[in-house]
Each structure stands twice: as C-alpha cells, then as structure tokens.
C-alpha cells in the first residue's frame, strides 16, 4: 500500500498586536489579530524530522512586531508586506497566506478610546508571482424590527415552524469581499464603501427570506463597488420569539421578544460579477 504526504502547511495563529501612535493632539489605537500560515517545500519536516526549511512560527510572530514598528497602515498593506517577505526570503516557502483582524476603537479624548463593534478584516494570499487580496467584515450586527417575512416553505412531519408576516430580522454579518486587483487601492474607501453598501442594502430590503437578503446585500456591493468581483456572505439568524404573555392576563402586541443565541439558522452564499477573473489562489 503506498502512503504519501497530502497538501500541508502551518504558521503562526493569533498573533495580537496594538500600535499606540502618539501625536500631539491625540493618540491612534491600531489594534490587530495577525494569522500567518506557510506553504511550500516541507516535505522533510513532517517525513524525517528534518527542519532545516522551517521557518519557525515564532520567528513569523517576532516579524510582525519588527514590521509593525515602522507603522501598519492599512491592513491590506501590511498584509501584502508579510506575505511577500516570507516567500521572497525564505527559499522553501511557496505560498504565505496572512489574515488580519482590525478591532475597531472610537476616541473621546486625548488618549481615551471606546471599542466599536465590526471587525474590520483583510487576508492575503501570495505565491511568489501572483497576490490576491480579499478584505471584509465580521461581527456586524445589524437588526430589523419589522420588514421581514417567512412563509411558503416546505413542511414535512417534523415541521412546527409557524408561517409569519412580521417577524424581527438579526444577524452578525460575516462578509468578504474580493478586489480584482491587489495594488494602488484606496484600501479605506473600499471598505468604508462596500460596508455602507451591505447596510444599506440590509436596510433597504423587504425580506421574504434572509437568503433574498443577502443576495440583495452582495449584489448591492457589486453594483456600486467596481474594483470588487466577488462577495462571500455569512449570515447567522438571530431568532427573536414573540413571548406568550396570556398566563398574565397580558397581550403582547409585537412588542416583547425572546433573544435566542442557540441553535440559530446559518445562510451562506457568494455573488460573483459576471467574467470575474479566477483568484487562482483559494480564499474562501
């Protein structure tokens, strides 16, 4: 029976970093979660021990800090910098993928901040020749308190689910973006703009099915966001439960509402612009 060794790699996860810049009229957190992850020749590591083409998973984390402390810019930017210097200077490395988190916080003073909810993210994929760059959002949670139906479904004998008219629409967007190209982007305005887009579209939408909305919500993206080709949703429902107030003697008029954070609904879908080149490299 022949065995071989299968598609491999391994990298740093979680590497957490906050750069304070301190200017005189105030201070600017950036505040980061940095996952790299290695590809390439490393075929003697795994089948004789031999680590002479590793490059250690610390060395990966000693490099984000040194990058960082001649500034991070935009996440994508200092994505692309990684990426390409693990492979440029490390000779069995074929691919590196880098995949940042960006927390966001909101100043109210000098040097006092307040953490926002969204997620900014941004991963990068590089083989030495090509990069693709993907950037996105997690953890948006958005809601709507009316606008919102679910019925005509199919039903079998396990189906108790009651049809509605009016329901409340929750969930945490996961969403991901791909650009056509990976250099000379106004890397803030994308983001800012493709967000605003999602929002809009979530808002604007009289769902029928939160499938409908996030189709709505990645075409929107796409009709208004021209150096993006490709968007990847994620989109948990979080149930809201009109509660029974009749053992009190109490009408419940759409006003009081159960949150349950468990077992919830998961819709996931992508929208592609027609004739979008391929990425090559995988990213989702």
């Known amino acids: 029976m022949d065995i071989r060794l299968g598609d491999n790699q391994y990298g740093k996860a979680e590497t957490r970093l906050v750069r304070v810049t301190r200017h005189p009229d105030g201070h600017e957190i950036t505040d980061l979660n940095v996952s790299t992850t290695l590809a390439g020749d490393l075929a003697a590591a795994h089948l004789v021990g031999d680590n002479s083409g590793v490059l250690p998973t610390d ?17 994508e930017d200092f994505a692309l910098r990684l ?8 000779p069995t490395i074929r691919r590196a993928r880098v995949r940042i988190e960006q927390y966001s916080w909101e100043r109210f003073g000098h040097h006092s901040f307040v953490h926002n909810s ?3 993210t941004a991963t990068v994929t590089y083989d030495g ?6 950037s996105g959002v997690d953890d948006l949670v958005v809601m709507n308190t009316t606008g919102s139906e679910f019925h005509g479904f199919h039903r079998d004998r396990y189906t108790t689910l009651p049809e509605t008219d009016d329901r409340i629409l929750a969930t945490a967007v996961r969403a ?7 250099e000379n982007e106004d890397w803030q305005d994308s983001h800012r703009g493709a967000t605003g887009q999602l929002l809009e579209a979530f808002a604007d939408t009289h769902s029928l ?8 919500m990645g075409e929107r993206v796409l009709r208004h ?10 989109l948990p429902n979080k149930h809201h439960f009109l509660v029974d107030l009749s053992p009190f003697e109490l009408d419940n ?14 819709i996931e879908g992508t929208v592609v612009r027609d004739g979008a080149p391929d990425p090559g490299l995988a990213w989702w």
């Open 129 to 134: 020749a090509a990069a693709t760059v993907v």
């Open 176 to 182: 991901q973006w791909r650009h056509e190209h990976a």
């Open 83 to 90: 990426a390409r210097h693990f492979v440029d200077t490390t």
């Open 225 to 234: 966001r021209d150096e993006l080709v490709e968007v990847r949703l994620s």
């Open 253 to 266: 008029p759409g006003e009081v509402f159960f949150a349950a954070d468990r077992p919830y609904g998961l």
């Open 59 to 75: 060395t990966q984390k000693n490099t984000v800090y040194a990058f960082a402390r001649d500034g991070t810019g935009e996440i």
């Open 209 to 216: 099915s939160l499938q409908q909305t996030l189709y709505a």
């Open 118 to 120: 969204g997620t900014r």
